[in-house]
């Protein structure tokens, strides 16, 4: 009893019913147009948080390089026995002491040019 379709009589021959076919459910067809829509979305959404990720990548980049020029000028001031240089340096940064006499020209544009 394992048949696919119905025997019928037709034209004195006995043919066999094409197999019945099963409506697609509207539920299901909605899901899925549902999920490629979610997925669509998704992929969107993936794709401005990865341009975001690599601008601030980039900007991290340029921060670790200008933190390692920093590193290597602190570190050739150390190797070459110059502590008074390293001492001079802090006191100008840090204190804003400068020499007798001595004039400071202060960028008030607010622009860091290095």
Same mark, same amino acid.
């Given at each position: 009893?394992?048949?696919?379709?119905?025997?019928?009589?037709?034209?004195?021959?006995?043919?066999?019913?094409?197999?019945?076919?099963?409506?697609?459910?509207?539920?299901?067809?909605?899901?899925?147009?549902?999920?490629?829509?979610?997925?669509?979305?998704?992929?969107?959404?993936?794709?401005?948080?990865?341009?975001?990720?690599?601008? !601030? +990548? /980039?900007? =991290?980049?340029?921060?670790?390089? @200008?933190? &390692?020029?920093?590193?290597? !000028? +602190? /570190?050739? =001031?150390?190797?070459?026995?110059? @502590?008074? &240089?390293?001492?001079?340096?802090?006191?100008?940064?840090?204190?804003?002491?400068?020499?007798?006499?001595?004039?400071?020209?202060?960028?008030?544009?607010?622009?860091?040019?290095?």
């Amino acid at each position: 009893m394992g048949s696919c379709g119905i025997l019928i009589k037709k034209d004195d021959k006995i043919m066999r019913d094409a197999p019945i076919k099963k409506k697609k459910s509207i539920v299901l067809r909605f899901a899925i147009v549902a999920f490629c829509a979610y997925a669509v979305v998704s992929l969107f959404q993936l794709r401005n948080e990865l341009a975001g990720s690599r601008q !601030e +990548l /980039s900007e =991290l980049e340029a921060e670790a390089a @200008k933190q &390692k020029n920093e590193n290597d !000028e +602190l /570190s050739r =001031l150390l190797d070459g026995d110059e @502590k008074s &240089k390293i001492t001079e340096r802090a006191v100008r940064e840090k204190l804003d002491y400068i020499y007798e006499g001595e004039q400071v020209f202060t960028d008030i544009s607010g622009k860091t040019g290095r």
